[in-house]
């Protein structure tokens, strides 16, 4: 069992949690994640690194509420049953520092992917290397850890899909606006924003990166659950991934695969809602 320090909500569908996991960060770097269970039986959820306090052994991580699973995770109050990591690869730049020094960089966060681009705009800002970030969502409530990233970052660029705060529209509108600045593009967030940022990118053949959030189970490549096609191959996001070549990702089959477990997913959540019910009553 895992001691929950705190597990509060940071947005009207996003929480907040602090855990005592040395074993979990001890070798983490960023871009790596962790595989959490509420319960002895519950599923296990991939959640990103968001930030982590090796000599006290914390580990924070972001988790949007989108079913059965993560609705659980906000009534944990003192102890997780598992949390397995540092597991996936490092982010390719956080990873080898040195090598882009010199190179101009942005990222580009869709809503709740701001979680995994904070601790590596972080990271690069330790290391001397300084990013801009395009950092988009539905709405202003919706925009997450406002003052981190501005702490971490002197240039970032807001856009709201309503207007609400920054500037209205997408974020692949703004990065179009300002391509020719950059040498290396970082997009993480919905699968449809990254596909839209890997098309603009690649008219001007802009190394891009992304990093794939696709359903995953294990987290060893045993279960084939996170299997991503990447230039014609089947890679799997838990073991080779979760960050690719944006350029070589098949975006149309990683949407279709999102969807394969629709109906379960609806049937658990029901059951999951009559549970709570209960509980309340």
């Known amino acids: 069992m895992y001691k929950v320090l705190y597990n509060k909500q940071i947005s009207p569908d996003s929480y907040e949690m602090l855990i005592d996991a040395p074993l979990a960060i001890k070798k983490a770097i960023p871009g790596q994640f962790v595989i959490v269970m509420a319960k002895k039986d519950s599923e296990r959820i991939p959640l990103t690194i968001y930030d982590m306090d090796k000599e006290k052994g914390l580990l924070t991580i972001i988790y949007q509420v989108i079913g059965a699973s993560t609705e659980e995770l906000t009534h944990v109050k003192e102890e997780l049953f598992s949390v397995v990591g540092p597991l996936g690869n490092p982010n390719e730049i956080c990873a080898n520092p040195e090598e882009f020094k010199g190179k101009r960089i942005c990222y580009v966060a869709g809503g709740v992917g701001i979680a995994p681009v904070y601790p590596q705009v972080k990271h690069l800002k330790e290391n001397g290397i300084d990013v801009d970030v395009i950092y988009g ?101 838990c073991i080779h991934g ?7 990702i098949d975006f149309d089959l990683a949407l279709k695969r999102m969807k394969i477990y629709k109906e379960e997913e609806k049937v658990k959540w029901d059951q999951m809602k009559e549970l709570l019910a209960k509980d309340n009553s």
Do not use: W
Not at 184 to 195: F, Q, R, S
Not at 242 to 248: A, Q, R, S, T, V
């Open 137 to 237: 969502s539905r709405n202003k409530d919706l925009l997450l850890i406002r003052d981190k990233i501005e702490a971490v970052c002197d240039n970032v660029i807001y856009t709201t899909d309503d207007g609400s705060y920054g500037r209205q529209g997408f974020v692949t509108t703004v990065l179009e606006e300002n391509l020719d600045k950059y040498d290396v593009v970082v997009a993480i967030g919905p699968i449809i924003m990254m596909k839209n940022v890997a098309e603009v990118t690649r008219k001007n053949n802009i190394k891009t990166i992304v990093s794939m959030n696709p359903l995953m189970v294990d987290g060893s490549g045993m279960c084939g659950a996170c299997r991503c096609e990447v230039d014609g191959k089947p890679k799997f996001a």
């Open 242 to 248: 979760p960050e690719f070549d944006g350029h070589k």
